[in-house]
């Protein structure tokens, strides 16, 4: 099992009231397994992805990732599994804007000390971004830097990827092509993906689709 959550609560105050986001979550996810996690705005989505990444601490719960226990995990073991079988997809791409292209894609697999060129190469490939690997994020498009995301998300060939709204700032078709894009690098990959998203379009091309709601997830079955 990939990931293992159970019992998760996260309770976050707001003025004088407490508000729990996420009340007593079950979760899991097995390698080469993609899930769409689905919510309204200000559900808990994103507080759920940061959980799994070790970004924030539950407040209470079990919650293992790629064999770490992430309650127990000191901040230090935290930022190791991120390095080193983590991708993270942002849906506001975060790429160092003092570094081309092709370092970026190339910048956490080299901190995991994994950089393999030839699957770097792959990735500029089938991402069709031969031609701009000497840019800089400043000088490409949105869909252009979603894509250098997810190949910077995939380089280190992490065990889990993690993707908050990945297409949310794109257009219709560009968002189509890097969904696709995606799925077939994970897969390709070998990984585990965890989505977050608000479009039960996307959502359906998954394996297996939860919603998150009043804290907890429901399973979504898929149409007949």
Request: charged share 20%.
């Amino acid at each position: 099992m990939l990931l293992l959550a159970s019992g998760l609560t996260k309770t976050y105050r707001t003025g004088d009231e407490l508000v729990r986001v996420l009340d007593g979550v079950d979760l899991t996810l097995k390698a080469g397994e993609s899930l769409a996690l689905t919510g309204e705005s200000g559900s808990g989505k994103s507080t759920l992805l940061h959980l799994v990444a070790g970004l924030d601490s539950p407040d209470a719960g079990r919650l293992v990732v790629a064999g770490t226990d992430m309650v127990q995990a000191t901040d230090v073991q935290r930022a190791a599994l991120r390095r080193d079988a983590v991708g993270l997809v942002f849906q506001q791409f975060n790429l160092i804007p003092s570094l081309d292209i092709a370092a970026n894609m190339a910048f956490q697999a080299r901190l995991a000390g994994r950089l393999d060129l030839g699957w770097l190469e792959e990735l500029v490939q089938a991402l069709g971004l031969q031609g701009l690997i000497h840019r800089y994020p400043e000088q490409l498009s949105g869909g252009q830097q979603q894509r250098v995301a997810i190949g910077r998300a995939l380089a280190g060939r992490p065990r889990l990827v993690l993707a908050d709204e990945p297409t949310g700032n794109l257009d219709e078709a560009t968002g189509d092509a890097v969904m696709a894009l995606l799925l077939q690098l994970v897969a390709q990959a070998g990984a585990g993906l965890l989505m977050v998203t608000h479009s039960p379009r996307l959502a359906a091309r998954l394996d297996r689709r939860v919603h998150l709601a009043a804290g907890r997830l429901h399973t979504v079955e898929p149409l007949a």
